[in-house]
Nanobody, 122 residues
Framework: QVQLVESGGGLVQAGGSLRLSCAASGLRFTSYVMGWFRQAPGKEREFAAVISWSGGATYYTDSVKGRFTISRDNAKNTVYLQMNSLKPEDTAIYYC???????????????WGQGTQVTVSS
């Protein structure tokens, strides 16, 4: 079965950096677009970034542009989210997701990881 396993979350001070990883198995990785989403307490899950099948195209929500970078290593079936200049408002559970289409609506994604907590202290 398909499994997406996130790692790399933690507690960091404002201005710091974290790198999230998501290892995929049970699917043909190069056939899937990979997205990162986040959900803060009491808020709806929201789109953060998405990367196309080959990694040639990336899209970001405005609030993370210039600070976050999504990338993928198709040889390792892994997608990454490099997060720099972190802010307290970035605090959330971060999820990776897979779908065959480039989408920004979390409701449309086929597969999800369990999430990893990112906490940014001020």
């Amino acid at each position: 079965q398909v499994q997406l396993v996130e790692s790399g979350g933690g507690l960091v001070q404002a201005g710091g950096s974290l790198r999230l990883s998501c290892a995929a198995s049970g699917l043909r990785f190069t056939s899937y677009v990979m997205g990162w989403f986040r959900q803060a307490p009491g808020k709806e899950r929201e789109f953060a970034a998405v990367i196309s099948w080959s990694g040639g195209a990336t899209y970001y929500t405005d609030s993370v542009k210039g600070r976050f970078t999504i990338s993928r290593d198709n040889a390792k079936n892994t997608v990454y989210l490099q997060m720099n200049s972190l802010k307290p408002e970035d605090t959330a559970i971060y999820y990776c997701a897979a779908d065959r289409r480039i989408l920004m609506d979390w409701r449309e994604y086929d597969y999800w990881g369990q999430g990893t907590q990112v906490t940014v202290s001020s």
